[in-house]
């Protein structure tokens, strides 16, 4: 399965999580508040100092993870242009690529499980409501880790359908990708349940055997 | 304790069909291949003795262990392999996802991890740490999903047709790995050559067993039956 990680023991890596999150989340409230196209241009161009510092692999899992937003970027800047307002496109794109690159980035250098522990951490006050914290956990970790996982299965559909067919597929492709993402979701709940699912950990992990 | 898969008239419905009726087996030999045509129930079988579909009616205990209702318990008891690892790997990393199941477990993270790492010295492949999962090959992913269930130590491994859409070099070597396994084994086929060198042979046929025992009890009456079955029905 594809996956938004990048594998390594970088600076980034090595971050606590908490950390890497309140900073995206202050980088993302301050974003919102840069109206001028220099300063946002700037900010692109730190965080595209972020993934150089990473090496070469991770500028490409950037830009890759990065392609499909610059698609409703470019339609939005369109639009602008069109309202004659294309200053206002300007910034909107700028913003909305580096609010979309920051939050790459953080994905990419966060193990899952880190994240998963973090939102438990969060989560923690809702144990008070009979919620265990492991629920949100597990759910968004997953909702995060199978984003990617649905470009795949888009770009399968997409392949099947071009080798019967001349023409592009189109929207016609999203009820079949529904589907096959329910599929999907029913192979995933299997895989987590074979290993536990969300049933209350046991307190004393079970003695080896060997 | 017997850690024997107790199964005793199971009745098992999957969207609305019945697939099991009052399904009775105990199982408690090293080595079960279970046999059977694509639709026969094999795979359902399976499942319900992981404990991933719940019965309408009837008891299945693995090792002692209500298996769809105590999940935690059922860890210690049982682990599945899928026929597709791509199925079964939830996360990114080989050791994400060799940790996962040992958190499940209750291990703390440090803990769990080092296990993980453990595992993976021990099949040889401790640089495997790091990799993403989707960049092994399918052979590769599926000694990934191995390492995984046994890191839990379950008492019994669940095979579910693991030599499909494999080469024959990684057929072989999961074949020699199964076989190498200290654990009870039971392991769903259509190919009677996997299993002759079984303790057991179970023929499974429209929800029933057609047949029980020795693999050369067996496998040749299943084997003439299939052929006559390719006789009979025109594609």
């Not at chain 2, 296990?115 to 021990?122: C, K």
Request: with cysteine; glycine share 8%.
């Amino acid at each position: 399965m594809l996956s938004l990680a990048l594998p390594g023991t970088s600076w980034a890596h090595r971050l606590p999580v908490g950390l890497k999150f309140g900073a995206l989340a202050a980088a993302m409230l301050g974003l919102t508040w840069l109206t001028a196209p220099l300063p946002l241009a700037a900010a692109l161009a730190a965080t595209a100092g972020l993934y150089l510092s990473l090496g070469r692999r991770a500028v490409a899992e950037g830009a890759r993870a990065l392609r499909p937003v610059l698609w409703i970027v470019a339609f939005i800047a369109a639009w602008q242009v069109w309202e004659g307002v294309p200053m206002l496109g300007l910034v909107l794109g700028l913003r909305i690529c580096t609010m979309v690159a920051l939050a790459n980035f953080v994905t990419l250098v966060t193990p899952l499980p880190d994240l998963i522990a973090l939102i438990e951490r969060l989560a923690r006050p809702l144990a008070r409501f009979g919620l265990s914290p492991r629920l949100p956990a597990l759910a968004i970790a997953l909702v995060l880790r199978f984003i990617p996982v649905l470009r795949g299965r888009m770009e399968l559909l997409a392949l099947s359908w071009r080798a019967r067919s001349r023409r592009r597929p189109g929207p016609r492709l999203i009820a079949p990708l529904a589907l096959s993402l329910l599929d999907d979701s029913d192979h995933l709940a299997d895989a987590l349940r074979a290993r536990g699912g969300l049933a209350p950990r046991p307190a004393t992990p079970p003695q080896g055997r060997d | 304790m017997d850690g024997s898969i107790e199964i005793e008239t199971l009745t098992l419905e999957r969207e609305g069909t019945r697939i099991f009726d009052g399904l009775s087996l105990r199982i408690g030999e090293r080595r079960v291949g279970v046999v059977g045509r694509n639709g026969s129930g094999k795979s359902t079988l399976l499942r319900a003795v992981a404990g991933l579909i719940a019965p309408q009616a009837g008891r299945l205990r693995v090792a002692g262990v209500d298996v769809a209702r105590d999940r935690a318990g059922a860890l210690s008891a049982v682990g599945i392999l899928f026929q597709n690892p791509d199925h079964q790997i939830i996360f990114p990393t080989v050791i994400e996802e060799l940790a996962f199941g040992l958190e499940q477990q209750g291990h703390p993270r440090g803990v769990a991890r080092e296990r993980a790492r453990a595992m993976l010295a021990r099949f040889g492949h401790a640089d495997w740490e790091e990799r993403l999962c989707h960049t092994l090959s399918q052979g590769q992913r599926q000694l990934v999903c191995l390492m995984a269930v046994l890191a839990m130590e379950p008492r019994w491994i669940l095979f579910d047709e693991p030599f499909n859409s494999l080469d024959i070099p990684a057929a072989l070597r999961i074949e020699a790995r199964i076989a190498a396994l200290a654990q009870n084994v039971m392991l769903i086929t259509h190919d009677p050559a996997r299993v002759a060198g079984y303790d057991r042979v179970i023929w499974i046929e429209a929800g029933r067993v057609a047949a029980d025992g020795p693999p050369d009890a067996v496998l040749p009456a299943y084997v003439a039956a299939m052929q006559a079955a390719a006789q009979d029905e025109p594609c």
